[in-house]
């Protein structure tokens, strides 16, 4: 347990006069609360409170402890407070993709983070660089067509993508001939591919070309 911890009780206990008050508010249990205290007496070896027949009473080490750090605690609970219900904004968002799925994809959809005062960094690149990235910590999200391990990474499906064998109509004769796909890239010598991306109910196309 750390000290903040005892320090956040021992605030409470403060405000409220009562341990059990306090535990309640913190949704912890009144020993917890009371070992906190116990904890804090120890390490600035005088007692906190004096216990009364309804609850405590600070005594002047108390006042003193809660005046100096009362300030800087309720800063940090709201701040917390405010990360928790995803109400801060700003900073800078680092995003690995690669170049295609920024460009169709991502790009469209960045603008409510541009809205909300966010800065926003995109890196592309392949799958190596992509993971790179995120082994080095200088990417916070990532988008990559390969399953990530689990056991490093924690992931949601996204989109699916489609590729399809797109051929001129002059190698007609040439496919039919061979009679499948895979035989065709070798006896054509040129094949064009054509790839679908579905997401939102919007389609992206691109073109790639691949000499033989």
Do not use: W
Not at 28 to 37: L, N, R, W
Not at 78 to 93: C, D, E, I, S
Not at 135 to 148: G, H, K, V
Request: glycine share 8%; hydrophobic share 45%; charged share 20%.
């Amino acid at each position: 347990m750390s000290r903040l911890d005892h320090l956040r009780t021992f605030l409470e206990v403060y405000r409220q006069k009562s341990v059990s008050k306090a535990a309640a508010k913190l949704s912890i249990t009144q020993p917890a609360a009371t070992q906190h205290i116990q904890a804090l007496e120890s390490l600035v070896g005088k007692k906190l409170f004096v216990r009364q027949p309804r609850g405590v009473q600070p005594t002047e080490v108390a006042d003193d402890l809660a005046h100096s750090v009362a300030q800087s605690i309720d800063v940090l609970e709201n701040k917390l407070a405010r990360l928790g219900y995803g109400q801060v904004k700003g900073g800078t968002v680092h995003i690995a993709a690669p170049a295609d799925v920024t460009h169709f994809v991502l790009a469209p959809r960045l603008v409510h983070l541009l809205a909300d005062g966010f800065s926003v960094r995109v890196m592309t690149g392949n799958k190596e660089r992509i993971y790179g990235l995120l082994q080095e910590e200088r990417a916070d999200f990532a988008i990559t067509s390969s399953l990530p391990d689990a056991a490093l990474y924690e992931s949601v499906p996204l989109f699916c993508e489609q590729f399809l064998l797109v051929y001129a109509p002059q190698l007609a004769d040439k496919i039919a001939q061979v009679g499948y796909c895979g035989a065709m890239l070798s006896a054509t010598g040129l094949a064009l591919f054509v790839f679908l991306t579905r997401f939102g109910g919007k389609t992206a196309e691109g073109l790639k070309a691949k000499a033989a």
